[in-house]
């Protein structure tokens, strides 16, 4: 299906928010997309034409299962040239975000297939997130929990859920990325913060704000 650059975005932006919710509202997706709720509805005519979404007015979108198939490829490529832009072009994952939002628009399936095969065919990107496989499947991942929940002491890095550069900087500033071990030191009742061990590095201590978003598991 020839998609625009503009659609694809709608239908991956649909994608994300419908794992939260069943119905995805206009005002939803327009403030996801950073768009006014008007525009939203005009291309949900055109996405609803191409039997990508389910829509009614006033009672939100949803994807049909073409639409969630495009969906995963959307990601499956954007995800992939992430671990690309980390493993072989040597980017921070914090820089990472802007230039896959690009690459995965070229939709060459040749090109997306011979890219896993080069990289080992990989189920997560550097951020932690599942990447689908060819059909759509995502493997199923192992049990973790955020930081700040975490009852073991030696822990294992395996996700971030905010993925702002504001965040990942101060995240690679800290020498903390997906697999790195840390030991919690101490939990600090006053502002929630925590104090961490990484391995050949002194404590540091971080806060709650931070700690949720570090997804972990026991070692």
């Not at 009672?59 to 040239?81: D, F, N, P, Y």
């Not at 671990?83 to 090109?111: M, P």
């Not at 990289?119 to 973790?144: E, F, T």
Request: aromatic share 6%; with cysteine.
């Amino acid at each position: 299906m020839n998609l625009s650059i503009a659609e694809e975005n709608y239908v991956k932006s649909i994608y994300k928010l419908q794992e939260g919710d069943a119905v995805v509202t206009t005002n939803a997706l327009a403030y996801e997309l950073e768009t006014k709720p008007a525009s939203v509805t005009d291309m949900a005519k055109k996405l609803k034409e191409k039997k990508l979404i389910d829509y009614e007015k006033y009672k939100g979108i949803t994807l049909t299962s073409e639409g969630r198939r495009v969906a995963l490829q959307i990601i499956r490529r954007h995800r992939l040239w992430e671990c690309f832009l980390v493993d072989k072009l040597a980017f921070s994952w914090e820089e990472i975000h802007e230039l896959a939002e690009e690459l995965e628009h070229v939709r060459s399936e040749k090109l997306i297939s011979r890219l896993s095969d080069y990289l080992g065919n990989p189920v997560i990107d550097p951020h932690g997130d599942p990447i689908p496989d060819a059909h759509g499947k995502m493997a199923k991942p192992r049990p973790q929990t955020s930081l700040d929940q975490a009852n073991a002491r030696r822990l294992v890095v395996t996700a971030v859920t905010d993925q702002s550069t504001a965040l990942l900087a101060f995240l690679n500033a800290k020498s903390i990325k997906l697999g790195t071990q840390l030991e919690v030191i101490a939990h600090y009742e006053y502002d929630n913060s925590i104090e961490i061990k990484l391995k050949q590095h002194p404590a540091i201590t971080i806060s709650e704000q931070v700690a949720k978003n570090i997804m972990v598991r026991p070692v």
